[in-house]
């Protein structure tokens, strides 16, 4: 009954956002329509997540345990967002219709147990990104698309490829209980699996989308990837990459992991020196994701766990949910000032604005780590892992890159005490009622988590 509960709703889902799209091409009230549609779609497919604890189309579709968990957080996240951007503009009410499809997309890849529907799902969050960069407006929005989507085609080309190999290996395109009959050719399936992550999550050195598409894009768009991209793409590709090494030859297993380290590393300290000499926001974001996918990478290398996965769910939530309190405050000095992207316009920001100025202030150093913050809380988590699986060089080259990184953060908040003078004459920001409900619930979970870890993490 479940299992047909779930079809259903993922039938109403499609049905309210395709009549959601139907609705923005009704003069006046269209808009209104279209976000009513939207947000009832959202509500309905939480609801239907909220009372169930597994969903199972097949044996190639499978939603489950701590999946169902990350997936009712993603939900949630989702609701938000469409009441953050709102029915006041048709192009943020457009945005809410395209985010509800890369949801879904997104709930497919979750519960993908086979090769195919993996891609299949995989596509179709890569698709709406694609749309999502070039409808932002911005003057070099289509060609940052264009250049993305050209990009992602190669890596999608080159997947398919290690899916070939990968089936070659097996026989089977399932992703688990498959049995290995050749290693060579598993070895190659998992080195072009691992190249597919490093570019999804933009790590170095496949990061060079990150930069130019970042640029090229609206912050609210911005926020948007970090919520469902980060969080569903990251979870799903380290957790299947983790089960997969563990049917991998030790010679060849060692050979990977090696390179997921290399990369790791390499990613966290590329990622925190560029951020440092970065002067426009959305640079310092896309470097500061490089830095944090080095972080990530570094989980696979860790045996996979009941724990390890709920950690890895906690520091994704954690992560993005901060970054995205970051960009949504970002986005509304930006408003004020012509949507400039640099650091300029946050200068003398606290005289003005002083609540908003204070949640950027708690956010970003929750970015950068410092105690009493779930930031920090996340990275002791994950030193601690990786001290406690033997990983002491490369969890101390990530730590000693990480402390590079404050410098940055830092920036943020001196930007924000700078000038007061000429304060006095910056306006003063108007927010709308949702958002300062998202802020606040950012701000609690914030300093919940960094003062009570052991109540979410397992951690003492």
Not at 147 to 166: E, N, P, R
């Given at each position: 009954?479940?299992n ?15 009549v ?12 209104y ?19 169930s ?15 169902i ?46 090769l ?73 399936a ?14 170095f ?46 010679h ?14 390499m ?21 500061s994701?490089?830095?944090h ?9 860790l ?13 994704l ?8 309190g ?16 640099s ?54 080259s ?29 306006p ?33």
């Amino acid at each position: 009954m479940e299992n047909l509960t779930f079809v259903q709703n993922v039938l109403i889902f499609l049905a309210l956002n395709a009549v959601s799209l139907l609705c923005l091409n009704v003069n006046k009230i269209g808009k209104y329509c279209s976000f009513t549609f939207t947000l009832i779609a959202a509500i309905t497919f939480f609801a239907m997540l909220f009372g169930s604890n597994s969903f199972a189309i097949s044996d190639l579709f499978m939603l489950e345990g701590n999946k169902i968990l990350l997936l009712k957080i993603v939900s949630v996240l989702n609701i938000f967002m469409i009441l953050i951007n709102g029915y006041y503009s048709l192009e943020k009410v457009k945005n809410s219709v395209l985010v509800s499809y890369m949801f879904l997309g997104g709930v497919f890849l979750l519960g993908a147990n086979d090769l195919m529907t993996f891609y299949v799902a995989m596509e179709t969050v890569a698709l709406v990104g694609y749309a999502l960069v070039a409808t932002s407006g911005l003057e070099n929005s289509r060609e940052a698309s264009v250049k993305y989507l050209i990009q992602g085609s190669v890596i999608s080309v080159i997947f398919l490829l290690g899916v070939a190999f990968y089936l070659g290996a097996t026989g089977s395109l399932t992703l688990v209980g498959a049995t290995v009959v050749n290693q060579e050719f598993y070895a190659v399936a998992l080195g072009i699996f691992i190249l597919t992550t490093c570019f999804k999550l933009g790590a170095f050195p496949f990061h060079a989308w990150i930069a130019d598409v970042y640029s090229n894009v609206t912050l609210g768009n911005l926020a948007t990837n970090f919520f469902i991209s980060k969080i569903i793409i990251g979870f799903k590709f380290i957790t299947m990459m983790q089960i997969l090494l563990l049917e991998c030859d030790p010679h060849f297993q060692d050979i990977l992991i090696r390179i997921i380290q290399v990369v790791a590393v390499m990613s966290a300290f590329y990622g925190n020196i560029m951020a440092l000499v970065q002067g426009q926001f959305k640079r310092i974001i896309a470097y500061s994701s490089v830095a944090h996918t080095g972080y990530m990478l570094m989980m696979i290398c860790l045996n996979p766990d009941e724990a390890y996965e709920t950690q890895l769910i906690s520091y994704l939530v954690i992560y993005s949910l901060t970054a995205t309190g970051v960009i949504l405050i970002l986005n509304q000095f930006a408003e004020l000032n012509k949507n400039q992207d640099s650091r300029e316009i946050l200068k003398g920001g606290f005289y003005r604005n002083k609540g908003l100025s204070i949640m950027l202030i708690v956010f970003v150093l929750s970015l950068a780590g410092i105690p009493l913050t779930s930031g920090f809380a996340m990275k002791y988590m994950l030193f601690t892992n990786f001290f406690r699986e033997g990983f002491t060089i490369e969890a101390t080259s990530i730590l000693i890159s990480s402390i590079i990184g404050l410098a940055y953060y830092i920036k943020f908040v001196s930007d924000l005490f700078a000038e007061e003078a000429e304060a006095k004459s910056l306006p003063t920001i108007k927010t709308r009622f949702s958002e300062t409900l998202v802020h606040v619930i950012i701000l609690v979970s914030i300093f919940t988590v960094g003062i009570a870890p052991s109540l979410f993490l397992g951690m003492k």
